[in-house]
């Protein structure tokens, strides 16, 4: 499986049915400390988390009650940029390492415009112990500020002109002829069964991008015919987010720049918040 890196701002872009649910999915199958922005209403029937229903204020209340385990899917209401926001504000009082996820963001992040809390969480998200994975059907849609500056972009098939010149502007020619080539997810929805297992591109910074196949677990270089020695594997048990770290000589077992004595007040603290920003 494609490895999702501690504390890293991600993307996955692919049309309707292309993988990137089932992708996700199979990502926070290991995440103890998570809230999924479920603008789509996808995971509504999910009975394995839980579900706060447009309200900032008792996702806050659920955070804070205990910021070591949450499994959360936060539905909004019809303000989607405001919900939005004040969902990562709850989320980023939270001093434990989280993830955050975001169903179609182009609504909150739109090709147009990157609002300044987007802005802020791809500045500070590493410092805050906070992942990100923004999801959307067009990439042509996303802010190219935050396209750029993920660490992971998943690519699934797509014959769009406008999405295909993007990845092109982004990784080259070569990139975007390759997603065109992908094979695409066939879902039975009549039947509920898989038809076809899809392929897709993955580009890592200050890695050649790479084709990864969700069927054989081959990863093939671009421009290559041939899989890379090894696929690519699938990252240990502990959470993206709750590794701790070797003890050292002072006995020390606290995550890497984790929480202090002092950060256990701001948990309660309602005007703890990210740098500049306005309470919920």
């Known amino acids: 499986m494609i490895e999702l890196g501690p504390c890293e701002l991600s993307g996955v872009y692919g049309p309707m ?68 926001e004040f969902a990562l504000r709850a989320l980023w009082r939270v001093k434990t390492f989280k993830l955050l996820v975001c169903d179609e963001f182009h609504e909150v992040c739109s090709v147009s415009a990157t609002p300044g809390y987007v802005r802020t969480m791809m500045r500070y998200a590493r410092h805050n112990h906070l992942a990100f994975i923004g999801a959307s059907q067009r990439i042509a849609d996303v802010s190219k500020l935050f396209t750029a500056g993920c660490r992971t972009t998943v690519l699934y098939w797509t014959q769009e ?9 982004r990784w080259g020619s070569d990139c975007a002829e390759s997603v065109a080539r992908l094979r695409p997810l066939v879902f039975d929805d009549v039947r509920k069964v898989t038809r076809q297992i899809p392929q897709c591109v993955v580009c890592k910074k200050s890695q050649r991008p790479y084709i990864y ?45 984790g929480s202090s004595a002092s950060e256990s007040d701001q948990r309660d603290n309602p005007s703890s918040d990210i740098p500049g920003g306005a309470s919920v």
């Open 161 to 169: 002109s406008c999405d295909l010149d993007a990845i092109a502007n």
């Open 17 to 84: 049915a292309s993988g990137k649910t089932y992708l996700i999915d199979q990502w926070l199958k290991s995440q103890n400390r998570f809230v999924r922005f479920d603008v789509t209403g996808e995971t509504c029937d999910d009975r394995n988390i839980e579900h706060v229903w447009s309200s900032p204020l008792k996702l806050w209340e659920r955070l804070k009650s205990n910021p070591f385990y949450f499994r959360i899917a936060y539905h909004p209401g019809p303000e989607l940029e405001m919900d939005f």
């Open 213 to 257: 196949d969700f069927q054989t677990g081959e990863t093939i270089a671009i421009g290559s015919d041939r899989p890379e020695s090894g696929e690519v594997t699938e990252s240990s048990d502990t959470e993206v987010s709750g590794e701790i770290q070797p003890e050292d000589s002072s006995g020390d077992t606290r995550p890497r720049g």
